[in-house]
């Protein structure tokens, strides 16, 4: 059960309302968790504009945007991000099997991605420490220190939104993520 209701944008405060209707024709309705975050505008705000820095200013693809996205919510074993993660890495070209695999840090299938995911791994669950083997291991991979310090503006927008779920206990209008079999 959801700790705060979702607002509609004619619910909520006025200062939230124009970020709603940005927010609801990107993504085809209010998502819950963005009525929730409605209830603050700078909740809200702050939500929309690291979304915005890293659409202008952010060099990765679709497919890596949602690799992070998914193994950030699996660190913080965060179900509305897990889920709506696996569905638009879907959409950006990963399978079901491929979006598991990131989401146990087994990514078999893409060596490189593997070792971005390992420094994104660490950012989220060992706040902020990346080991410096697994620092080099990436720079081997061939990312390069722009890409692993952009990754850094990814899994703080992930943490922000996993953050949020939890405190909100925002409720699913998605199918759940595949569970994980550990």
Same mark, same amino acid.
């Given at each position: 059960?959801?700790?705060?209701?979702v607002?509609?944008i *004619?619910?909520?405060?006025e200062?939230?309302?124009?970020t709603?209707?940005?927010?609801? !024709?990107q993504?085809g !309705?209010v998502?819950?968790? &963005?009525g929730?975050m409605? &209830?603050?505008p700078?909740t809200?705000?702050?939500?929309?504009a690291?979304?915005?820095?890293i659409?202008?200013?952010g060099?990765?693809?679709?497919?890596?945007?949602e690799?992070?996205? %998914?193994?950030?919510?699996?660190?913080d *074993?965060c179900?509305y991000?897990?889920?709506?993660h696996?569905l638009?890495?879907?959409? #950006?070209?990963?399978?079901?099997?491929q979006?598991? #695999?990131?989401?146990?840090?087994?990514?078999?299938?893409?060596? !490189?991605?593997? #070792?971005l %995911?390992a420094?994104?791994?660490e950012i989220?669950g060992e706040?902020?420490?990346v080991?410096?083997?697994t620092?080099?291991a990436a720079?081997?991979?061939?990312w390069?220190?722009?890409?692993?310090?952009?990754?850094f503006?990814h899994? #703080?927008?992930?943490?922000?939104?996993?953050?949020?779920?939890?405190?909100a206990r925002t409720? %699913?209008?998605f199918?759940?993520?595949?569970?994980l079999?550990?």
């Amino acid at each position: 059960m959801p700790r705060i209701p979702v607002h509609t944008i *004619d619910s909520a405060p006025e200062a939230s309302q124009e970020t709603l209707r940005v927010l609801e !024709k990107q993504f085809g !309705k209010v998502l819950n968790i &963005h009525g929730e975050m409605a &209830h603050s505008p700078v909740t809200l705000a702050v939500n929309a504009a690291m979304n915005a820095a890293i659409a202008e200013h952010g060099t990765f693809d679709a497919r890596t945007r949602e690799a992070i996205a %998914l193994a950030v919510g699996a660190v913080d *074993d965060c179900a509305y991000c897990q889920a709506a993660h696996t569905l638009a890495a879907q959409g #950006a070209g990963l399978t079901e099997a491929q979006t598991v #695999a990131i989401r146990r840090g087994a990514v078999d299938f893409d060596p !490189k991605l593997d #070792a971005l %995911l390992a420094v994104v791994r660490e950012i989220a669950g060992e706040v902020g420490e990346v080991s410096d083997a697994t620092w080099d291991a990436a720079l081997g991979a061939g990312w390069t220190d722009a890409e692993l310090t952009e990754a850094f503006a990814h899994v #703080a927008a992930n943490l922000y939104t996993n953050y949020f779920n939890h405190l909100a206990r925002t409720d %699913l209008e998605f199918p759940a993520a595949p569970p994980l079999q550990r």
